[in-house]
């Protein structure tokens, strides 16, 4: 599979503790995107970090990119129990025309 | 401001039935369009995408097909539905092929029995 992996697939935290949820792909990339759904709802763009960088910042939200070692992570500061969704990573692998998307991380803050 | 539309909402049909689904875009021109399948649980699957009127690339061999009759229009259709056809169908656009994010449709729910 050319998709990302996310791990872990579920995540329990407690309001206002880090979350961190890591992915994995394996070809060469454009760029790699970060997504959030809600359940039943159709996902959200949350952040697009380019294969030139290193690490992003947006808000609560910090992604780094280590492409030599192919895998990314979503750090979510200070939780809140709306950030209970599901959250998923996607590539833009080098020269295709679309998004792999991984099987994504379930999160649930519990308030 | 570009928004989505994606219709209809929930969808139960039995098995042999046709099937349409309907994505529209508004506030936006020629936009890449793609339709995703998400199964329970599950990552998306990417079924079709298309840069233009009458241009659909396939991903996977499925019983499925889409169309593109207008340039903000994009159908995903099935002359006879399988079981295996049920899942969360999500509609998404994009202004750029190589780079750019993807906007997501609020998707449609299809049970096929």
């Known amino acids: 599979s050319q998709q990302g992996e996310e791990d872990p697939q579920a995540l329990s935290i407690q309001e206002g503790e880090n979350a961190t949820m890591n992915c994995s792909y394996k070809?060469?990339?454009?760029?790699l995107q970060w997504y959030r759904q809600n359940s039943g709802r159709g996902l959200v763009h949350l952040i697009l970090?380019?294969?030139?960088?290193r690490e992003k910042h947006s808000g609560r939200l910090r992604v780094t990119l280590d492409t030599s070692k192919k895998s990314s992570s979503l750090l979510i500061t200070a939780s809140r129990a709306a950030d209970t969704a599901s959250y998923f990573c996607?590539?833009?692998?080098?020269?295709?025309?679309?998004?792999?998307f991984g099987t994504g991380t379930r999160l649930t803050v519990i308030p | 401001s570009q928004t989505i539309h994606q219709w209809p909402a929930t969808l139960v049909q039995p098995v042999g039935s046709p099937l349409s689904l309907e994505c529209t875009v508004e506030g936006t021109s020629n936009p890449n369009l793609y339709w995703y399948r998400q199964a329970a649980g599950r990552g998306l699957q990417l079924l079709f995408y298309?840069?233009?009127?009458?241009?659909i690339s396939s991903e996977v061999p499925q019983n499925l097909s889409a169309s593109r009759p207008q340039d903000r229009q994009f159908i995903l259709s099935s002359k006879k539905l399988l079981l295996s056809d049920s899942g969360f169908y999500l509609c998404a656009w994009g202004g750029s092929l190589n780079t750019g994010e993807l906007f997501f449709g609020e998707g449609s729910r299809l049970t096929v029995l």
């Open positions: 070809t060469s990339i454009n760029n």
């Open positions: 996607a590539t833009r692998r080098t020269g295709a025309n679309n998004l792999f």
């Open positions: 298309s840069v233009g009127i009458g241009q």
């Open positions: 970090i380019r294969s030139n960088e």
